[in-house]
């Protein structure tokens, strides 16, 4: 378990024993009120508890202000070289900004926006990434990315701001590479107590990016490792949120709606099981119940797991024997399953 | 690291310092050969490399020396209860048999299935479940499924083979609850050195399924844990063999294919990239070259991924710089990218 301190942005709070929050960030045009904001609402509504923006000019920070004022979540400006952008970010209102201290330009220059984000009580994610490592740590490592070049660079970056005497504090390291992410960031806290915000950086399309992502934020959350976590995925933000909260219950760390158990379906199968679980997945979808529901296609291993959930049905030849905390409630028709096990749900 | 014994399926090894492999399973019905036949091949394409059959009746037993002669990959039939299938599967030229040995009868029926096994030199696996947990066992932590449970269940099967001096043996523990999987592997594999087929039982339709299983497997496999996967979802088994190897790939466990890396898009991207990343991905899904590609959306992380890739493209405004082993190629428009891309990647 890392321990590490508590970081607040706006009204949540990273760090300790605080729950992991699930963030993203928007692929709308900033400077874009309207989609920009549209496109948060959306998030919110699957869960997504922080919002980033990326910010490339004067316009696009100034639109944070208005942004702010239609989202209830907080909002973290994303910035990159330059130092007045991430000033107008602060003064805009930003509950948080992400920049890499290293490639702000001069020391005057960071202790600006340092001393924009003092006078607002705000954090500084250092971020660095396997994408934009600095040529000076490439270079003592054969120009390759490395864990230990990750590490280094993040807390050369962490050491400017200490410097400043700024100790409001999220890091990440993450890289493409899903074991070099799990080695800089097992290494890094080790070193460190400033919260982590965990990714697998570039993970590509859905098909791939949810598996390394899976992989590396899974294996460092089971360690105790990760304070907040970002899935980053070519394609609709929306699909981020999904595979963060999925990852997060699938250990256990967070409940949100209904759990979903269901058989692979094999041989044995004795009705159209995909297609079942297909429709109590879509006629699930929006129920804001913390429960587990077993769709099973057989006698073998059926009716233990849907005893173990809170309601289940094991499917027979062409019938379902319908669960409910362990008890057969009832048997229907194969056509019925949907409508008895929806029914039933609705009870609980 | 779990060192394991190594044991041999047909010309396949696992166990040791042998590679993990990848399976899956049929949901055909079994004693249809042709569609058995045909689901294999599919499978055996995309990388399977060990399959399982499951044998409800003497006739399912009977197709398989058909279904055997058609195929390239060792073939694995699970039996539940019956040991008259499991010896019929066994002189059918099964190359190994699943079975849960508490539950074949009594001890002189499983001595018979033993004795089939030991003749055919095959091995056996003891495969828990989650849902088909012994109700003795079940009563010792009332009545819920626990990681202790599932691994006193193994062992106690393991020791009715060891008692009939049976040790040809390949164990899994799986859980629907994917804390309760990791638990009960990294249990088991301080007790013992066969090797694990590790899986997330009935880890439901893909949406999720692939999640848990990545965590699951991911978490474990990162320790160490395990010598064979199959990832167990809702619909077609060619996304199980699909998600295996995805989870091998990237811990670096196997090589396989093309690995695509690509950004999240944000505010600063000036293309069309998830249009870009989804052709690029469908013009080398089958290309069979040990290789990663980035695509990438702007100047930030662009560069630097695409110089760690070994062919890489960054967007600009409307254009897109191609890298190849971290030298620009060249700078094409932006409705060339995807054909100048493959035309490079040819070259490799």
Redesign the interface.
């Known amino acids: 378990m890392h321990r590490t301190k508590v970081v607040k942005i706006a009204h949540k709070k990273i760090g300790g024993a605080n729950p992991v929050l699930v963030q993203s ?7 874009d009120v309207k989609a920009t904001v549209r496109q948060i609402k959306q998030l919110e509504k699957m869960g997504c508890e922080i919002i980033r ?4 000019d004067m316009k ?1 920070a100034r639109a944070i202000k208005k942004i702010k004022k239609q989202i209830s979540i907080p909002l973290v400006a ?1 910035i ?1 070289f330059d130092y007045n952008l991430a000033i107008e970010s602060v003064n805009q209102g930003a509950d948080k900004i992400r920049i890499n201290p290293g490639n702000i330009g001069s020391s005057d220059k960071l202790k600006k926006v340092v001393e924009a984000c003092q006078k607002k009580k705000i954090p500084i994610r250092v971020g660095v ?5 600095e040529q000076s740590i490439l270079k003592k490592y054969k ?3 490395t864990p230990k070049g990750l590490v280094k660079s993040a807390l050369k970056n962490i050491r400017l701001l200490e410097n400043m005497n700024f100790k409001n504090i999220v890091v990440s390291l993450k890289s ?4 070099h992410t ?1 080695e800089a960031y097992q290494m890094i806290a080790n070193k460190i107590n400033y919260p982590l915000h965990l990714g697998v ?5 859905p ?6 992502s ?3 934020m ?2 460092l959350l ?1 360690q105790g490792i990760g304070d907040t976590i970002r899935v ?4 609709d ?1 929306i699909e ?1 949120v ?2 963060g909260w ?2 997060l219950k ?3 760390l967070r409940k949100r709606g209904v ?11 004795q009705i159209d ?2 297609k079942l ?2 429709q109590v ?1 879509k006629a699930l979808k929006n129920i804001d119940k913390n429960i587990t529901v ?3 296609g057989c006698a ?6 849907a005893r ?1 959930a809170d309601i289940g049905v094991a499917g027979g030849k062409g019938l379902g024997i319908i669960f409910k905390k ?1 008890k057969v409630v009832k048997t229907v028709k194969e056509k019925e399953i949907l409508k008895e096990l929806l029914k039933e749900i609705k009870k609980l």
């Open positions: 960030m928007c692929n709308t045009d900033t400077r923006v990326a910010v490339l696009a994303d990159h990434n396997s994408g934009s490592l120009m390759k990315v493409t590479n899903v074991v799990i950086t570039e993970a590509g399309p098909s791939v990016g949810i598996i390394k899976s992989v590396g899974g294996t089971y980053s995925l070519t394609g933000p981020e999904r595979v999925g990852i699938s250990l256990k759990e979903i158990i269901s058989c692979p379906t094999c041989g044995r199968t099981l995909p679980v297909e997945e077993a769709v099973m073998v291993n059926g009716p233990g797991e173990e362990g």
